[in-house]
């Protein structure tokens, strides 16, 4: 596909009311409404981040969705994204157009405009996306105290167990869909931003895409605080019974679940809806992050979590 067929395409993706020009000039103009600009960028690389054999719509999809839970995780609506897309020779036509059907589906959901960005010849796939969203009320993982509840959304490991599906050729539709189109927990960012506001308390939020233990430690170190969860009060994914031996390890360290982990306090962790929240420990004034299960107990110094890429 033609590098100016790439952009006749992106032209078709929709718009939106504060991008007043978007692709056609040398860089797009934004006009936002006042509020505060909260700015994201996620990149995938071929056999880093995905496998060109998994399917290329879903893999645009994934692109946008993983930037916009950060946006989700800072109180944050999307305005518009820029792409930077290096497309190695041997690429099918096909699986372009099938990537591009993805972006769109995702642009649409969420009422991103694709406003511009570049296209350029590499040895791999490399997709970067970065995406301009606003927040009158943006929220930060520090700002918590000792004391609080950590509240998760969602469930826990189905991404991991999703990936292995695929590479074991396993037919698992619901892990695969978990690991290839992430949902971003907007609608659960509103309700604990909501609930704040009402109670008229403090929130500290990030997403989880590093994994959950990696994101346990992160909280803890941005307000100097340990953790004592209780590890059976994790949400896991439907479906891991399947795998015992490694069950533990993708709710812990798989990554890439793009849950929520808040911490606000307890009265507020009480309103929330349970259908949508899971309380799953408490931020403590001693510096050790601990995870309890009845046999064993996890000491999150003593060990790396999450994906490193150095």
């Not at 991008?19 to 056999?47: C, F, H, R, Y």
């Not at 096909?94 to 009422?111: I, K, M, P």
């Not at 605080?225 to 069950?247: D, K, M, R, S």
Request: proline fraction near 5%; include cysteine.
């Amino acid at each position: 596909m033609h590098e100016d067929s790439l952009i006749a395409r992106a032209r078709q993706f929709p718009g939106h009311p504060e991008v007043i020009l978007g692709i056609g000039d040398d860089a797009a103009l934004l006009k936002p409404s006042g509020q505060t600009l909260v700015w994201a960028v996620d990149t995938m690389v071929e056999n880093t981040h995905f496998l060109r054999a998994m399917p290329a719509a879903e893999i645009g999809w994934k692109l946008l969705a993983v930037n916009l839970s950060d946006l989700a995780a800072m109180n944050a609506k999307p305005i518009a994204a820029l792409l930077s897309l290096g497309v190695p020779s041997d690429i099918s036509p096909a699986w372009l157009s099938a990537f591009w059907d993805g972006l769109e589906q995702a642009c649409q959901t969420y009422q991103v405009a694709l406003a511009g960005g570049d296209t350029v010849r590499s040895s791999e796939l490399h997709l970067s996306l970065s995406v301009l969203g606003q927040s009158a009320y943006p929220i930060q993982r520090k700002g918590a105290q000792a004391g609080d509840k950590l509240v998760v959304t969602g469930s826990f490991g189905g991404s991991a167990a999703g990936l292995y599906c695929f590479q074991h050729q396993l037919a698992r539709l619901e892990l695969l869909n978990r690991h290839w189109h992430p949902i971003p927990r907007f609608k659960e960012a509103d309700l604990l931003v909501a609930e704040s506001e009402r109670q008229k308390t403090h929130l500290a939020l990030l997403d989880t895409s590093d994994g959950l233990a990696r994101s346990l430690q992160l909280i803890c170190q941005s307000n100097q605080l340990g953790c004592l969860v209780n590890g059976y009060a994790i949400p896991v994914q439907n479906g891991l019974a399947e795998f015992p031996t490694q069950a533990q390890n993708w709710v812990l360290n798989g990554g890439e679940d793009y849950e929520l982990l808040a911490a606000l306090p307890a009265s507020t962790a009480a309103q929330l809806d349970p259908k949508l929240f899971s309380i799953i420990g408490t931020l403590t004034t001693e510096l050790a992050q601990l995870i309890q299960y009845s046999d064993q107990v996890i000491d999150l110094q003593q060990n790396q979590w999450g994906f490193q890429h150095f």
